[in-house]
């Protein structure tokens, strides 16, 4: 079918990034969200980092420009009728997710695949909010969406060979790399990097060093290119908090439970880069 006209739900900061890379390898891309104000500071941090890009030398700033002029605020979903995809970068919780996938099967054209870069979620149980199972897929980005390589591809039980092989080649075409993992909590990311991000928040409630000295030890010990407990800071602690929830609940395994800090950061507020703090203050 080949994919041109890509909507993208939720201006946040995947949803920008995502939005970012479709623009710029040649789709038109419809971003939306509930909050306007969001949409466009959306789209100034878009231009900003498409010219920062152009500035390194990734692109021409002809390219930069042709790909922020095919980027259009789009206001509610209604105007995702005509997408060929639409990516879903919504909040990490199943029934908002499951709402905006109703929505959206009841607006879009029958040949519309529904993808979501939900980064736990089982996207067996998503597709069963549409009536189009087989053209519901995952797509993981990886924050920050413009430099990371990977974009995690999952199945649900009854996705099509045919949505699969498009969503693959869509990821290709933004420049990245999909690998195909099954519909398990966490899929392979979050059950890998989340737990460890869990442990380090651990180390902190419990005194064994103070939040600098475990991301130093990460840094400077296992050559990682941030520390866990900044990088959950750039994350969101309450992406974090949701992802450890739907590993513990998924698999049953008290190893999986949230630290107790990490969910007092997310009740106080504090959830990283995104609020000016989390396990650091950011200016
Ligand atoms: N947009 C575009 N480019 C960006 C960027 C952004 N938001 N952030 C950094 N960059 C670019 C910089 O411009 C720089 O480019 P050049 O090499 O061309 O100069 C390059 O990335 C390196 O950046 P910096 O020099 O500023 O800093 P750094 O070397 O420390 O790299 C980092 C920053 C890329 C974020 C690096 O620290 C890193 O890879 N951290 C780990 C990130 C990670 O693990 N992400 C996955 C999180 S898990 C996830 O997203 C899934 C989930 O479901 C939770």
Redesign the pocket.
């Known amino acids: 079918m080949g994919i041109n006209n890509i909507s993208v739900v939720g201006a946040g ?2 949803g920008s ?1 995502i939005a ?1 890379v479709a623009a710029l390898a040649g789709c038109r891309v419809l971003l939306h969200d509930t909050d306007d104000a969001r949409i466009s500071a959306a789209m100034d941090s878009i231009g900003r ?1 498409l010219m ?2 152009a500035a ?1 030398g ?1 692109y021409s700033p002809e390219e930069a420009a042709t790909a922020l002029a095919r980027l259009v605020p789009g206001g509610g979903l209604s105007a995702a009728a005509d997408a060929d995809l639409v990516i879903e970068a919504a909040t990490e919780n199943m029934a908002v997710k499951k709402g905006i996938f109703a929505a959206l099967d009841g607006i879009c054209g029958e040949g519309t695949i529904l993808a979501s870069n939900t ?2 979620l089982s996207l067996t149980e998503l597709a069963s909010a549409t009536e189009r199972p087989e053209q519901v897929i995952g797509m ?9 390589k990977l974009v995690e591809i999952i199945r649900g039980l009854r996705t099509s060979e045919e949505t699969y092989a498009e969503a693959a080649g869509l990821a290709a075409r933004m420049g990245k790399t999909p690998l195909e993992v099954r519909d398990f909590p966490g899929f392979v ?2 059950r890998i ?2 737990p460890m991000i869990n442990e380090a928040v651990y180390a902190v409630y419990e005194g064994v060093a103070k939040a600098e000295t475990v991301d130093d030890v990460m840094r400077l010990g296992m050559n ?3 520390g866990p407990l ?2 959950a800071d ?3 602690l309450d ?2 908090l949701a ?1 450890m929830e739907t590993l513990h609940e998924g698999f049953g395994d008290s190893k999986y439970r949230p630290c107790p800090l990490l969910r007092s950061y997310v009740h106080a507020g504090w959830l990283g880069r995104k609020s000016g703090r989390g396990f650091y203050a950011y200016g």
């Open positions: 900061q995947m990034g970012q980092s920062i890009g390194k990734r980064s736990s993981h980005f990886m924050n920050p969406v413009p430099v990371m990311s979050n990097l989340m990682h290119p941030m900044a990088l750039l994350i969101g992406t974090c992802i």
